[in-house]
């Protein structure tokens, strides 16, 4: 343990984000370090390995301007968040520097920025129901608190419109607001403004981390941790219900794999390293609950898939994670159908904990298995429309396609109107008797 | 034995030390977080370290052990819950709270927690290692106590003991305890290795009927995400008819162990009426726990599996998910900058799961009993592909191959195995097992049920181009057939009465849907027309 700062003016190479420095003693790896530039200005940056006497700096900010003259500050401490309640209600870039024109806040303390895994038998079953006030996802693919629930997205596809309308209409079970983090990941200017007008517009408290496409990408791999980092302590110091927005995950990757390149890592599949699960992992799992605490983290990322596969890494490690995924369907969307959730692809795998007598209705489990199975007839008999014709085919089929259309119009389509559980029920188990088909 | 860090690279750090051996313990840093030697140089030893490296400086101290990773084997291992590092994750919670922050050593035993000893040898019996001295009570079980060395017993005392103290000592003075350590990569020692036999009824209809699993066999469960790998891995841990369970959680979800936890500590095992739990070892190291000791995890717990088998109780080891394990591999391969195989996974992969897979098996033990382990493990391909490095080096090894199919579970057809493409190596013989046990006619109807469901397939593709009103009679029924085969005998709803099915009602639920089947095209046959038949 060193209690001072050094300084070494000995930077061997800077490669992209990455700064070489040679005859360094004593360091330790995760140490924030200063860099100097030679306008007068200081960057940060972390120690990411070390051989020797060599060490290799990661930069988090943009390099350009940098020379290998620069003097860089070794300051013996291990990066952290500046934490507190004050922090409600503000605005942060991705090196958490505040952008409101308002002063930084004074830190309660500070915490590890990438946190510690929980412990297993600490976490606490999600099982209270979040009512995002659409039917497609309150009635067929249910989010409870403490749960990841990703948003897989096509280019084009009206994402920030339903992460939109969730951070506004979402209502705790039993009554309760959430206080929202939200991260914004190399968002346009364009998302940007339209995601800062949705926050103004809503009642509850609010923190936002900003990474604009034309900013740092490093600060695109910092700014979550940091959404996670205040999360927690929001959580599980202070006691609230926080739901945490990252949009958009395809933009971390990307950040990663740019990073991961310049380090000259093995690449993975389609060059994206072969870490990329773990370190998705290390965001997605600080979701939780934890027994004996009140709190909760609900995390809702959403992933604009590339090409729109879904087998791309990104959606696939994604998934492989989180528990289900919301996947939109252009065709819907084409359709006019808004939100355009498929729920055939799509899945809450703690629904089931969610729903039902004490948590929604009684009846909630079997309209949502009975909506399910005969929409998923209804789309099987698509096909077969597509080749036999419709008069080909014999009445009850026939039904089964009017039922798929009309669940697709009157269910999961609702524009922008909220429905609370009961009505989106109701509006499902009208759909069922209208074409008799039981309950 | 004491050095210096040089140098450290993500999982992987290197020392000074001199004099270790290959896989030796190593402790690191003013934390002494716990590592294990891979590779030595000239003068200087490569560590990958089971913790989180961050804050890890280098000239910090780093001491050798001059053990390898090692396990502890007692009485107590049975429903506890364990880390990659076998450290018991709920002490560990009384003592640093939620969060777990490394550096830390647990005991995985309990120590001060009393026993009562029946011993089976006295004073003056000679003994070699293996045999058996006498038991204690661990629930429903009688855990054996085995002897560690040969010598002579110059006294061993019955009744309440701790596992701080020794339950007797040796004529030349060594103690006999009721615990012992044991390096986890090497595979406990038995007498010799028998062919599986038995079958393992899982309680899941489609692999007991159609690809029945061995007492001591390996099976795989590959499948994309969504398709109930683990819905169904925890479905097995749950009902399948063996005496002990060890549950990994390799690199999987946190929230997934949480509901496993509190699930396993209110349900029954169906077989004997006990608590599930006291039945259940779960090694937990869920994704976002350090990832070297995620790859450790999986040979923590089959050393634990093992240590039961040579009780001679018959233990299942199910993993969740081997792909996880295999991309720890893959991330400590290439942080030792070691030549990249397919995929970037190491050129062993192939050869560390196969001789992973090969600590299954029966055995008779070193006391001369039957034990066997048994090996369930879930295998997570990348966009669902199953011709990828992992799911295909396990293929070479594994007997039975339990494929996940993406479009079943769209459909929510689970447990959603397909039937065309799985396959069981043990089919022939569990076959013979469950004709002499349930009854005459279950190979016969085996093999139906495989045609109609074939049939089906092949009347399928003609109904998509003609319509279904386009066939005939006979083959409506016989699609009629193949469809109640499907949802109401391969289906299983894990949340219901019906997770578990025993072998009888399962061959009962088949002969029910054969009859109709046989009835209805009798009456056909008779003339009638379809509509009447169906209608009753």
């Not at chain 1, 004050?86 to 920025?113: C, H, Q, T, Y």
């Not at chain 1, 506004?168 to 009554?175: D, Q, T, V």
């Not at chain 1, 252009?330 to 729920?343: A, I, S, Y």
């Not at chain 2, 749950?238 to 946190?254: N, P, Q, T």
């Amino acid at each position: 343990m060193r209690l001072s700062e050094h300084i070494y003016r000995t930077v061997s190479s800077i490669r992209g984000p990455l700064l070489f420095v040679e005859q360094v003693l004593s360091v330790r790896v995760g140490e924030v370090v200063r860099i100097i530039r030679p306008d007068g200005g200081t960057m940060e940056g972390e120690v990411l390995k070390i051989d020797g006497r060599t060490v290799l700096i990661q930069v988090f900010g943009e390099t350009r301007g940098l020379d290998v003259n620069s003097p860089v500050v070794f300051t013996d401490a291990v990066k952290k968040a500046p934490l507190s309640a004050d922090i409600i209600g503000r605005v942060f870039n991705g090196s958490f520097l505040p952008i409101d024109n308002a002063p930084m806040f004074i830190p309660e303390r500070w915490g590890k920025v990438s946190g510690f895994p929980m412990n297993p038998t600490a976490r606490a079953r999600p099982e209270e129901f979040i009512e995002t006030g659409f039917s497609a996802i309150d009635g067929l693919n249910t989010l409870v608190k403490g749960q990841k629930l990703p948003i897989f997205s096509c280019a084009g596809l009206p994402s920030k419109e339903l992460a939109a309308g969730i951070l506004e209409n979402s209502r705790l079970a039993g009554g309760g607001e959430f206080v929202v983090v939200f991260v914004a990941l190399g968002l346009t200017h364009h998302e940007y403004s339209f995601y800062m007008r949705v926050i103004e517009r809503m009642r509850t408290g609010f923190v936002a981390f900003i990474n604009k496409a034309d900013e740092p990408v490093m600060e695109r791999l910092l700014a979550p941790r940091f959404g996670l980092a205040c999360a927690e302590h929001l959580a599980f110091t202070r006691g609230m219900d926080v739901l945490v927005v990252i949009t958009d995950m395809t933009n971390y990757c990307d950040a990663l794999r740019e990073v991961s390149t310049a380090r000259e890592e093995l690449p993975g599949r389609r060059g994206y390293p072969g870490y990329m699960y773990s370190d998705l992992a290390s965001l997605y799992e600080r979701a939780g609950r934890i027994k004996g605490m009140s709190g909760s983290v609900t995390m809702l990322p959403v992933v604009t898939m590339p090409e729109d596969d879904i087998t791309h890494p990104i959606p696939d490690l994604t998934g492989y994670i989180t528990e289900g995924q919301i996947v939109l369907s252009r065709e819907l969307h084409q359709k006019g159908v808004f939100p355009p959730v498929d729920v055939l692809p799509s899945l809450s795998r703690l629904m089931q904990r969610g729903i039902g007598a004490g948590h929604t209705r009684e009846d909630h489990r079997g309209i949502a298995n009975l909506l399910y199975k005969h929409y998923a007839k209804g789309r099987d008999l698509r096909r077969l429309e597509a080749i036999v014709g419709r008069d080909g085919m014999v009445e009850s089929d026939r039904m089964m396609l009017d039922f798929a259309d009309a669940f697709e119009r009157e269910l999961v389509n609702q524009g922008g109107a909220r429905r609370d559980i009961n009505e989106s029920l109701d509006t499902g188990i009208a759909l069922l008797r209208r074409f008799s088909l039981e309950k | 034995m004491s050095g210096r860090i040089l140098g450290i690279s993500g999982p992987t750090v290197t020392v000074d030390l001199k004099g270790l051996k290959l896989y030796d313990m190593v402790r690191v840093g003013e934390a002494m977080l716990i590592g294990e030697v891979v590779r030595l140089e000239e003068d200087r030893a490569v560590v990958q370290v089971y913790e989180d490296t961050r804050g890890l400086g280098v000239g910090e101290q780093a001491k050798g052990v001059n053990v390898p990773l090692t396990v502890r084997l007692g009485p107590g291992l049975l429903s506890g819950m364990y880390d990659g590092l076998q450290r018991p994750l709920e002490r560990l919670r009384e003592e640093t709270g939620p969060y777990i922050s490394g550096g830390r050593e647990l005991h995985a035993l309990d120590l001060e927690r009393p026993w009562r000893f029946f011993p089976l040898k006295q004073a003056g019996d000679e003994v070699a290692e293996g045999d058996i001295l006498g038991h204690v009570e661990e629930g429903p079980f009688r855990h054996l106590i085995s002897a560690m060395e040969n010598g002579r017993i110059a006294s061993i005392h019955p009744g309440e003991f701790t596992l701080a103290g020794p339950v007797g000592t040796y004529a030349d003075g060594r103690v006999i305890q009721a615990h012992q350590e044991w390096p986890v990569r090497k595979p406990r020692p038995y007498r010799r290795k028998l062919s599986p036999q038995a079958p393992l009824v899982t309680g899941q209809r489609s692999i007991d009927f159609l690809f029945p699993f061995a007492r001591g066999g390996t099976a795989i469960l590959p499948g994309g995400f969504g398709t109930g790998k683990t819905i169904l891995e925890q479905a097995i841990a749950k009902f399948a008819d063996v005496d002990i369970v060890v549950y990994v959680g390799c690199g999987e979800r946190g929230n997934e162990m949480a509901e496993l936890l509190e699930e396993f500590v209110t349900l029954s095992d169906p077989w004997t009426g006990q608590a599930l739990m006291t039945r259940t070892i779960v090694v937990a190291n869920t994704s976002n726990m350090p990832v070297a000791a995620r790859e450790a995890s999986i040979y923590t717990a089959v050393t634990m599996a093992e240590y039961y088998r040579d009780m001679g109780f018959h233990v299942l080891l199910l993993a969740d998910s081997l792909s996880r394990w295999a991309e720890a591999l893959r991330e400590i391969s290439s942080s030792l900058e070691e030549m990249p195989g397919e995929e970037g996974y190491p050129t062993y992969l192939a050869s560390r799961l196969a001789s992973f897979m090969e600590r299954a098996g029966v055995v008779e033990t070193l006391s001369g009993s039957i034990g066997a382990l048994s090996m369930i493990l879930s295998v997570s391909p990348p966009g669902g592909d199953f011709t990828e490095p992992v799911t295909q080096a396990c293929l070479r090894t594994a007997g039975a191959f339990l494929m996940l199919d993406t479009a079943l579970a769209h459909r929510r057809h689970f447990p959603a195995i397909n039937w065309f493409q799985s396959y069981s190596l043990y089919e022939r013989d569990m076959v013979e097992h469950f004709s002499a046990t349930v009854s005459p006619r279950w190979g016969e109807m085996q093999k139906r049920c495989r045609e109609l469901l074939q049939r089906e397939e092949t009347l399928r593709e003609v109904a998509e181009i003609v319509g279904i009103e386009g066939l005939q009679d006979a083959d409506r029924l016989l699609m009629k057939a193949a469809e109640r085969i499907r949802l109401e005998f391969l289906s299983q709803n894990a949340y219901t009465e019906d997770a578990f099915s025993a072998p009888d009602k399962t061959l009962a639920m088949i002969g029910d849907i054969l009859e109709f089947y046989d009835r209805a095209e009798a009456r056909l046959k008779a003339g009638e027309f379809l509509d009447d038949v169906l209608k009753g």
